[in-house]
């Protein structure tokens, strides 16, 4: 749709495309969206006075400030055809449908459309349009093509003997045809995306397009025109200043070179190591990329000249440079921030500015790193941690003691605890001791204390004695105690043990150790 309002990440690509000069209704096609909302975007930009080479360098949130109020434009009733083509020629296909009932369906839809006349010969000319077909003249590092192998390599079980199949991705440069080969898992988005990055750090740059083909982790939904790219791919190219471009479904021919490199591995690195056994993936990618290397150093026959040395004179100087970090993959959650000004992710507890208690937050994370957005504004930055139940917390995100006006406090809690038992004030105080802001331990006490209700306090007054004596504090601890009942064996154990080792003041503890 012409008004329509599209993502940052696909608007980053719409300014890289039209930075290496792609034509408006090929960034559409490629984009998933119409001639008219990717001119709106291009005008938008030339009205605030914003240059394309900035905008593509931009972040996400950047853009989404410029332009988050994209002024509407209505869409003419040729695009409100043009979107129905696809579904037409689909449905020609049945039996008994003809080109007169779909035309009363496209007016029904569409009242002020062509006349049945114009609606003939609009379809005509754009199946005359698609069936055109071209010679395509790679130019150094210009493109990048990307697809996996039909057929799959495999792994043994060291352990039990169990065969495992690996899937095989494959990129090919268009004018060199350099090619890079790397084992996978699977074709999942992680993994692609991962490999892609490999492929780029071989080539030691990047070209100004990726092709690949409709795999599902590049692609969302296939089609023949306008298939719809997945944001984490989209992301992949931002990141990598470089465009990203689908070929069309079932058309091996935009896809010629990639298809051809595949059929030449199957002769180089399949049947090579057809009788050869790989326990890790590690080892297998080792031989993989050694038969890789006598590959790219073969003469072409029709050229007396190898894919790399080719590469070194004509492409590589073509390339891009390489950004300083290696891309990771991004995923998305929103989360609530809770009153001790925390997000959890996956176990994990991430500081927030207390401002924004109660707010919904958006999550931005990957292998390494921690983003958190509330709108367009990042709020957070932090290192990705892996360990379960802690918190990574910036000092500056939490109030003062003095300054804490919620109803989440220190007093609060020991009060609460106070009105259990002072067995269990004392565990309290030692949880909040330990940890570098109180606002860290809140949660812990808050599912302490609401555990005498459902228990009963006699039972966590027990479970909370067992947990002092073995030094360990923490709301974890205490729940397994009591899920387990073992608060009801810990004075039969401590009877055990004065049997087994009497209790005086003249044994040494840990303590005279350390």
Known sequence: MSGETISMIKLKQIFLHRRNGMALEAIARAMSTSRNTVKKYIRLAQLKGLNIE??????????????????????????????MFVWIEQELKRTGVTRWILWGEYKARYPDGYAYTQFCEYYREWLEHRGATMHLEHQPGDKLFIDFAGKKLRLINYADGLVTDVEVYIAILGYSQLTYIEALYTQRKEDFLHATA???????????ALITDNLKSAVTSADNYEPEINESFFDFGNHYQTTIYPTRSRRPKDKAVVES??????KRVYAPLRNKNFFDLKELNTAIHELLERHNNELLQKEGISRRKKFELSESKCLSPLPVETYQFKQYKVAKVMKNCHVQLEKHYYSTPYRFIGKEVKIIYSKDHVHIFFKAERIAYHTRSYQPYTYTTTGDHLPSTHQFVNDWNPEKFLS??????????????????QRAYPEQ????CLGI??????????????AVERASYYQIYNYKTIKKILDGGLEMLFEQELEEQQRKLPLHNNIRGKDHFQ
């Open 54 to 83: 900035e905008l593509a360098s931009m972040e996400d949130h950047q853009l989404e400030r410029l332009f988050a109020e994209p002024t509407v434009v209505s869409k003419s009733r040729y695009e409100q055809l043009e979107g």
């Open 198 to 208: 490999n492929a780029l750090s071989y080539l030691g740059g990047v070209p100004r």
């Open 261 to 266: 490199a595949v059929n030449i591995m199957y």
């Open 416 to 433: 609460w605890a106070d009105s259990i038992a002072p067995q269990v004030r004392l565990y309290l105080e030692e949880i909040l001791e």
């Open 441 to 444: 331990a809140y949660k812990s």
């Open 449 to 462: 204390l609401t555990l005498a209700k459902k228990t009963g306090k006699e039972r966590l007054i027990k």
